[in-house]
């Protein structure tokens, strides 16, 4: 499956942004789907998942109440709503493709990977 992430952008602190992933070349029901991020000079870190029929889902501490991921498989598409954004926030986005619900928050488990999107929140 190939996987291209999009809509991030520089927003305000406070403002909101909502991330799209595109899947193509096999239907994303197939997988459980992860957001993950990367800041300048750190590690890749976990963002949120979602199960293969969506009705499960994780978030990060640093995320919990200000973020909601959520999948269309009939569109082949799942999104990232990221509200309150916060400085802390800026970073690469990227969403990924896992076959199994194991380690759902390790980078290393998953088997596809998107190009990235940035996300730029100003203080």
């Known amino acids: 499956v190939q996987l291209q992430a999009s809509g991030g952008g520089l927003v305000q602190a406070g403002g909101s942004l909502r991330l799209s992933c595109a899947a193509s070349g096999r239907t994303v029901s197939s997988y459980v789907m992860g957001w993950f991020r990367q800041a300048p000079g750190k590690e890749r870190e976990f963002v949120s998942t979602?199960?293969?029929?969506?009705?499960?889902?994780y978030y990060a501490d640093s995320v919990k109440g200000r973020f909601t991921i959520s999948r269309d498989n009939a569109k082949n598409m799942v999104y990232l709503q990221m509200n309150s954004l916060k400085p802390e926030d800026t970073a690469v986005y990227y969403c990924a493709a896992c076959k199994t619900f194991v380690a759902y928050d390790t980078p290393g488990q998953y088997d596809y990977w998107g190009q990235g999107t940035l996300v730029t929140v100003s203080s």
């Open positions: 979602i199960v293969w029929n969506g009705d499960r889902t």
